[in-house]
């Protein structure tokens, strides 16, 4: 019931930003599918990422836009890994600028609420992310360095994603 709740609070996100955005000149507005691999010590207890996001933006100059971000990402945890899956639920704002028309690079960070099979509630992490990548047309293909601070230990939980949608501009 509360992915179900999650997916619906998402699409009415993203629904709004393309209603309220619409109108208005130099507003940007999407959503991505997402594929990752986590990396580094991470990656030696998590086998992959799949999620979904959405995103609206807000123009403060021909090529740059204020935007910010709402998402769900699934970890799937190795065999013997005793956490089980991570979830994480990413709101972050962030730059996304435009160097040629096709062309952007992309700055994010805010919150990440995650939570392990093993936790009986999320707990809110500093997240941010970092990437490049192409729009031909509204859609759009991004690779993403992606992460949150680690509670108990110094570091970070890191991934590479692969992001795959639609942007409005």
């Keep these: ?4 709740s999650l ?17 208005k000149k130099n507003t940007l507005f999407g959503g991505n599918i997402i594929v990752g691999f986590p990396t580094g ?5 998590y086998t992959s990422a799949l999620g ?5 933006g807000i123009g403060l100059g021909e090529n740059l836009y204020a935007t910010g971000t709402l998402g769900y990402v699934s970890y799937a945890a190795e065999s ?7 979830t994480l639920i990413p709101i972050k704002a962030g730059l996304r600028y435009y160097a040629t028309k096709n062309l952007f690079l992309t700055g994010n960070a805010g919150v990440g ?18 990437g490049a990548g192409f729009q031909f ?3 759009q293909a991004g690779l993403y360095y992606d992460g949150w601070k680690r509670q108990n230990t110094s570091g ?8 795959f949608g639609i942007a409005i501009k």
């Design 156 to 163: 970070s939980s890191n991934s590479i994603l692969l992001k």
């Design 1 to 4: 019931m509360k992915k179900k």
């Design 113 to 130: 609420l995650i939570k392990d099979q093993d936790m009986s509630s999320r707990e809110s992490r500093f997240a941010y992310d970092v």
């Design 137 to 139: 047309s509204k859609f």
């Design 41 to 45: 010590s991470f990656g030696d207890s």
């Design 7 to 23: 997916l619906l609070v998402l699409l009415a996100v993203v629904f709004a930003n393309g209603t309220l955005f619409a109108q």
């Design 52 to 56: 979904f996001e959405g995103f609206g």
């Design 80 to 86: 013997y890994n005793p956490y089980g899956r991570v």
